[in-house]
């Protein structure tokens, strides 16, 4: 069943087009993560959704119902930032039970909902620390307590791990991931890292210039980018002009193989750096660099002919810089793009 609908919105600044004519759906108990870089309109589509933000165009809908002219703070929506916003000078409990008082009903009960929010995100016991004696991840945990108290229908994140570490992003986006499947919650948060949204979401949004560039689940979006431009915002650099004629195409490094029924005559192809494979003979390429990425090494190769590949392989007997290496091409790993419009 649909809980959000998005039928038509944009936001125009004068003449230009933050939001432009945005068609979304996100289903009861679903995790939907909106991708895309500085200035593609992400975090405004969020602001409108939680009524922070007036459209020019469209309506928005919440269980069925219009939320045009409806305030923010009747929305039922919760909204959680990446700097927290968490009130200094109240402790944790208070900050907490600050999201338990936008909902309203008994201050008898506070006490116990609050320990169990805090228990929920994993701060059990947390209730009298003050704010400023918090880590960032720990400051984290307790705006998502704040955000979950009212019993949010929807839970919107705006970059909510942006501000976190590495290893703590990691660590957490896999514990949200857990928490909101438990609890069935439906969300919708924005970042600009696919990794934390492929690890967050069931589906993702990619936008481009206040726009969907495309909409899929995780391995749809990573395995068949819809245009070259979501294929390079994901990092992949292997993307070349083609002719396809049956089941190989033409390229500047050679003849590449391509899936059977792809699109023939001009294209734009990519090939993902794990279908780059090196073996005994092949397209001859110089190794310019070589990173370690912990599974595997990232290798960057110089051919005779056509601009630098990007290739994977495995940490053994991985080749050097300046070592000469032959490669061929897997067809399960080239994509034909559809043009761009």
Known sequence: MTLLQLEGVSVRFGERAVVDSVDLEVAEHEIVCVLGPSGSGKSTLLRVVAG??????????????????????????????QDHQLFPHRDVGANVSFGLRMRGGARAS???QVAELLELVGLPGAQGRAVASLSGGEQ????LARALAPSPRLLMLDEPLGQLD???????????????????TTVLAVTHDQGEAFALADRVVVMRD?????????????QRPASEFVARFLGFENVVPAVVSGDAAGTPWGKVPVPEGSPEGEQRLLIRPAG???????????????????????????PGAGPELEAECGLDGAPAVGDRVAVTFTPAEVVVLPPEL
């Open 110 to 112: 506070y006490a116990s």
């Open 52 to 81: 922070l933000q007036q459209v020019s165009e469209g309506r928005v809908l919440l269980g069925g119902d219009d939320q045009s002219g409806v305030p923010a703070h009747r929305r039922g929506v919760g909204l959680m930032f």
């Open 210 to 222: 206040g726009r969907i560039a495309q909409a899929g689940t995780p391995l749809e979006v990573w």
């Open 276 to 302: 780059v494979a090196l073996c005994a003979a092949g397209l001859r390429c110089e190794v310019v660099s070589r990173t370690f990425r912990g599974t595997h090494v990232a290798l960057r190769l110089r």
């Open 166 to 184: 590495r290893g703590l992003r990691e660590r957490l986006v896999v514990e949200l991931q857990e928490l909101f499947s438990r609890l069935g």
């Open 140 to 143: 984290q945990r307790v705006a």
